[in-house]
């Protein structure tokens, strides 16, 4: 089978392979029709077009990116792919992120995720020391251009350290409230953690902001601010979306503790993010020393207790992640190998569409008639043949027509890659 460009107009794909949670069945996959006219999802029979197979996805939901990041790494590479190596090569990048410097990689990102099949993607932006006043208009002006292609959101990131209830973190959540995000931060064991939790909460509810956290990327089972975040959140009654991202370190501990710590998190009703592709890449690494841990969090196990799980890209050519192309495919099919969400339940591809959408308050990507007709289609007949080859001969519709999936070319940044 060879995928070609579809017509336009009202058409019924015939013969199509459709995940059955996507319809709202129990079946992993179904053959069936699926009907597109006037740019939605259709209930009468139109044209056909016989598909001989091919899987159709709704498109993507990307919940957690760094496009403020994104492909910096020719200029300033991570130097011994650590985590430290990211954090301090990235702070001195900073010095090179003016507008005129982000707007391309973060288009150049945005393009490359539109041609894929993403719908809709949340970014952290990195906001200390006077960035915020810089990245936030600029991104506020690429969700006004990317409208209608793109729905865009987007989150401060601080460090925990760097939360006090007035100076600068005092204007961030200012400038969060005007320009429509969520607050962010970065969790690790400080001391008066708790403190600043209850303001940093206090803050967020006092402007109507959901919450979003990259909480314990870490293998040292020692770390639980996860728990903490869900003690106070349970607390405080904060009943505003809270998200919660990584959350390596539960990989680490002892089974009881994780799954107690679980409990929590279910009772506080956060949502979490899981980035298999960053995490590993970066944790256990040691030189000289085969990695042993994976870092994916207790995806399966969170799950089981109703807590809504989600898969993104997370970093792209940039020091916490070397590779990536805001493929949502690759994530899936990533998570699938490294979590082995093979052999479990029928509805993990909901984690990378619907869940995300949820959890960030985006319109639902959805297969029923009067939805748009968002697509993803691949030439794959059931998950194996999806998985096993780069899908990039795949069709990707916005509102029943093919887009151009042209990817951008690398040298088109190669003017910003003069090191910092």
């Known amino acids: 089978m060879a995928l070609t460009t579809l017509p336009d107009g009202p058409i019924t794909l015939t013969n199509v392979t459709i995940p059955g949670c996507c319809l709202g069945r129990a079946e992993p996959l179904v053959r069936t029709d699926l009907s597109i006219a006037g740019g939605q999802i259709a209930d009468a029979p139109q044209t056909p077009v016989d598909m001989a197979g091919a899987m159709v996805l709704p498109a993507f939901v990307d919940m957690h990116t760094h496009l403020d990041k994104g492909h910096i790494w020719p200029r300033s590479p991570n130097p011994d792919g650590t985590f430290m190596g990211a954090l301090e090569t990235v702070r001195a990048d900073h010095a090179a ?12 990102s945005l393009t490359c995720a539109y041609a894929h099949g993403t719908r809709a993607i949340r970014t952290h932006l990195d906001s200390m020391n006077g960035q915020f006043k810089r990245s936030w208009p600029l991104f506020a002006e690429l969700r ?61 509810a006092d402007r109507g902001l959901a919450a979003d956290f990259h909480t314990d990327e870490t293998m040292d089972a020692s770390v639980e601010t996860l728990r903490l975040i869900a003690e106070t959140v349970i607390e405080t009654g904060f009943d505003a979306p809270v998200t919660v991202g990584h959350c390596c370190s539960l990989s680490a501990q002892g089974e009881a503790r994780a799954l107690d710590t679980l409990d929590l998190v279910a009772r506080a009703g956060l949502s979490v993010v899981s980035l298999p592709m960053c995490n590993l890449y970066l944790q256990d690494r040691q030189a000289g020393r085969t990695p ?64 995300p959408a949820a959890a960030c308050g985006f319109a639902a990507p959805a297969l029923s008639p009067g939805a748009p007709a968002d697509l993803v289609i691949f030439n794959a007949r059931e ?31 190669d003017h910003l890659m003069e090191p910092a």
């Open 97 to 108: 992120w003016t507008p005129e410097d982000l707007r391309p990689r973060m288009e150049f």
């Open 144 to 204: 006004g251009d990317w409208a209608g292609r793109i729905d865009l959101q987007a989150v401060c990131l601080i460090s925990c350290e760097g939360f006090s209830r007035d100076g600068e973190f005092l204007q961030i959540a200012d400038a969060v409230a005007e320009y429509g995000g969520v607050l962010g931060m970065v969790t690790y064991p400080v001391p008066d953690l708790r403190d600043r939790l209850l303001g940093f909460f206090e803050m967020a």
């Open 292 to 355: 042993r841990g994976r870092g994916i969090t207790l995806v399966h196990e969170m799950k089981a207790r109703g807590i809504p799980v989600s898969f993104a890209s997370d970093n792209t050519r940039d020091p916490f992640y070397a590779y990536g192309d805001m493929d949502m495919l690759e994530v899936m099919r990533q998570a699938t190998r490294i979590g082995h969400l093979d052999h479990s339940d029928a509805d993990w591809p909901l984690a990378f569409a619907a869940t």
């Open 383 to 413: 998950w194996t043949e999806l998985f096993a080859r780069p899908q990039s001969d795949r069709i990707v519709l916005r509102a029943g027509r093919a887009i151009d999936t042209t990817l951008p070319d690398y040298a088109d940044l």
